[in-house]
T-cell receptor, first 111, second 110 residues
Framework: KAGVTQTPRYLIKTRGQQVTLSCSPI?????VSWYQQTPGQGLQFLFE???????NKGNFPGRFSGRQFSNSRSEMNVSTLELGDSALYLC??????????FGPGTRLTVL | AQRVTQPEKLLSVFKGAPVELKCNYS??????LFWYVQYSRQRLQLLLR??SRESIKGFTADLNKGETSFHLKKPFAQEEDSAMYYC????????????FGKGTSLLVTP
């Protein structure tokens, strides 16, 4: 069974740009969650999708958005990038929302 | 508000010694608690959840609602246990969002 995949693995952007990250969940998993990991703040919840609907959203500005497609693949978008958005973005999938299986992450660097 | 506190950033023990990784939480309802582990160059993965009441890789964790704690224990540490450990809480009023502690880096030395 293939694990959670995230693309790209590494990204370098400049301030003001926007970025889209992609996540493919484990086959059969309908829930996809996104987390931001930084040395200072640790792991912070961004949002969770289930069957194309956002079920929950963390305390992040509106520049952070996401969506889920009918095949359960998910994307997250960050617009007007700031230096502080530099982080490891983790995607996790699950059948119903618990027992998360994490992907390898996308390392975003904002210059 | 929910909060997960892991008071130790780094814990160093000798091989064969007991290990206890502390986790305290604050939550007004009945939370679901988890331990996640990240070995070097590997993905974050679920180690155990309190509702399962099982032992994984020799680790156990008991939910103490009175002390609002969910400490992770292992009687005899092994070098391969060296990793980053995260305690996480899932509250009934926050959907399936996990609230993670800052993590404890466990180093088991020979």
């Amino acid at each position: 069974k293939a694990g959670v995949t995230q693309t790209p693995r590494y990204l370098i952007k400049t301030r003001g740009q926007q970025v889209t990250l992609s996540c493919s969940p484990i086959s059969g998993h309908r829930s996809v969650s996104w987390y931001q990991q930084t040395p200072g703040q640790g792991l912070q919840f961004l949002f969770e999708y289930f069957s194309e609907t956002q079920r929950n959203k963390g305390n992040f500005p509106g520049r952070f958005s996401g969506r889920q497609f009918s095949n359960s693949r998910s994307e997250m978008n960050v617009s007007t990038l700031e230096l502080g958005d530099s982080a490891l973005y983790l995607c996790a999938s699950s059948l119903g929302g618990t027992n998360l299986v994490f992907g390898p992450g996308t390392r975003l660097t904002v210059l | 508000a929910q909060r997960v506190t892991q008071p130790e950033k780094l814990l160093s023990v000798f091989k064969g010694a007991p290990v206890e990784l502390k986790c305290n939480y604050s939550y007004s309802g009945s939370p679901e608690l988890f331990w996640y582990v990240q070995y070097s160059r590997q993905r974050l993965q679920l180690l155990l959840r309190h509702i399962s009441r099982e032992s994984i890789k020799g680790f156990t964790a008991d939910l103490n609602k009175g002390e609002t704690s969910f400490h992770l224990k292992k009687p005899f540490a092994q070098e391969e246990d060296s990793a980053m450990y995260y305690c996480a809480l899932q509250g009934s009023n926050s959907g399936y969002a996990l609230n993670f502690g800052k993590g404890t880096s466990l180093l088991v030395t020979p």
